[in-house]
């Protein structure tokens, strides 16, 4: 059973402020992780998809890498639409989520 | 574009059975694999299971024996059913849509909260 980290936790940032949240697999899923935006009472929007592609009509400042264990989603400058809770997810078997990173305003 | 949406009873008893369908509309249900997924309060998103739109299912090892995922094509909908609930199964259940087995999942319902209580 393959688990997902995410770290930070949390974390408090700025307008216009460039972000970087990071996720870890127990063990190698080559680039089948996926990044997710979540906002309260709504639907979770799909980021990123396969490590580094960027799903059709998300804005640039978002981008993705990596691959094995390690990846990374990086905001590049930080809208007020951006401030929510980012999750990454595996799909290289039985899906399974990251704990979650809220983004907060500062 | 395509929507989802969840509909069912939010509040079910422990040792019942909580039914869930999600309606798809602005797009068929055919050629697609449709997920649940679920979230318990302070807790991560947790994948249930999915159904092809040709009745092939695949499911969470630790939720299999309890579930049962339906489709009914004719009406752009599919279904779920988790029998023998405790109050470790209140979450907010989202339906989602992927393209392929390896889950992506590209378009989400808004989700709906179920509580299991007496």
């Known amino acids: 059973d393959i688990q997902m980290t995410q770290s930070p936790s949390s974390l408090s940032a700025s307008v216009g402020d460039r972000v970087t949240i990071t996720c870890r697999a127990s063990?190698?899923?080559?680039?089948?992780l996926n990044w997710y935006q979540h906002k309260a009472g709504k639907a979770p929007k799909l980021l990123i998809y396969?490590?580094?592609n960027l799903q059709s009509g998300v804005p640039s400042r978002f981008s993705g890498s990596g691959s094995g264990t390690d990846f990374t989603l990086t905001i590049s400058s930080l809208q007020p639409e951006d401030f929510a809770t980012y999750y990454c997810?595996?799909?290289?078997?039985?899906?399974?989520f990251g704990q979650g990173t809220k983004v907060e305003i500062k | 574009q395509v929507q989802l949406q969840e509909s069912g009873p939010g509040l079910v008893k422990p040792s019942e059975t909580l039914s869930l369908t999600c309606s798809v509309s602005?797009?068929?249900?055919?050629?697609?694999?449709w997920s649940w997924i679920r979230q318990p309060p302070g807790k991560t998103l947790e994948w249930i299971g999915y159904?092809?739109?040709?009745?092939?299912?695949d499911f969470n090892p630790s939720l299999k024996s309890r579930v049962t995922i339906s489709i009914d094509t004719s009406k752009n909908q599919f279904s779920l059913k988790l029998n023998s609930v405790t109050a470790a199964d209140t979450a907010v259940y989202y339906c989602?849509?992927?393209?392929?087995?390896?889950?992506?999942?590209?378009?989400w319902g808004q989700g709906t909260l179920v509580t299991v209580s007496s």
């Open positions: 989602a849509r992927h393209a392929s087995s390896s889950a992506k999942f590209d378009s």
């Open positions: 602005g797009g068929s249900i055919s050629g697609y694999y």
């Open positions: 159904i092809y739109y040709n009745g092939g299912t």
């Open positions: 063990q190698s899923i080559s680039s089948y």
């Open positions: 396969t490590a580094s």
């Open positions: 997810q595996q799909s290289y078997s039985t899906p399974r």
